[in-house]
């Protein structure tokens, strides 16, 4: 179980840096909850914030609570001020690039970098420091500066929740795959297995009472079937063992192949009335 510490810098009292209308308070925490929310669709992960609401904490408060769960990564979201433009994030200046959190840096940083580019973000590097929250933390720590409060052109994009969301996409997808951490898949069991030729008068629920299985699971095998619309003589798989996914926001059919090794083109061929343009959050596909 990867635990995970999510610190959402400034709150409270402490509105941290203010321009254009924003505080960095209220970015950090809605920056962290996205994280927080998109962390719950990989598999033994468990979460924990230094705050879910404008709650004033000390720094040390910060570490001590995530060196008393045994958090296994800490991650702080801040927004950047002074003058300047773009991302960067740090690890402890005690710590060389090729070490551990190193490591860990380097591929969070990409994943970042990767989400804002659509945004002309950028890149001002993978930089250390002497931060307290890097210093003090048991485990390996990351503090991420995302974007500048008092730049007008930054401040425009962290007002945009499209950019938000790149944001939290980025260090999630970096985590993942600096920690191995895997997404969650649902496994359909097996019932018989064979198909079933549709005949004249039948319906879904029919066919599955005869078939004794449930009306559910003959959608859940037959991707794409229009309940409405049978067609006579067209098979229906019964009792076949697949995979399905859940999709998440910014997912597209080349990702999740490369996520799960699978063959490029081989979800278009598995869910042929899906649009691969208009993917719905939540909607299920088999990848199997």
Known sequence: MAKIFIDAGHGGTDPG??????????????????????????ENVSVKMSRTS?????LSQRTDAANAWGSDFFLSVHINAGGGTGYEDYRYNTLTATSATGKVQSTIHSAVMAELKAFNVIDRGAKSANFHVLRETNSPALLSENLFIDT?????????????DAIARGHVEGLAKALGLKKKVIE???????????????????????????VDQLKTWNAGINPNALQIGSKLNIGVTIQIYNIQKGDIFWDIEEK?????????????SVNVNTLQVGQTIPIR
């Open 188 to 214: 359909v069991g097996k019932a018989q297995s064979g198909s079933y030729t549709v005949a004249q008068g039948d319906t879904l629920w029919s066919i599955a009472q005869t078939q004794g299985v449930t």
């Open 260 to 272: 799960f090794n699978i063959k490029h083109g081989t979800l278009e061929k598995l869910n042929p």
């Open 17 to 42: 840096a203010v321009g254009n209308g924003l505080q960095e308070k209220v970015l950090t925490l809605t920056i962290a909850k996205k994280i927080e929310s998109l962390l719950k669709n990989y």
């Open 152 to 164: 007008k052109v930054d401040a425009n994009l962290l007002k945009r929740n499209d950019v938000l």
């Open 54 to 58: 404008d709650t004033t904490l000390s």
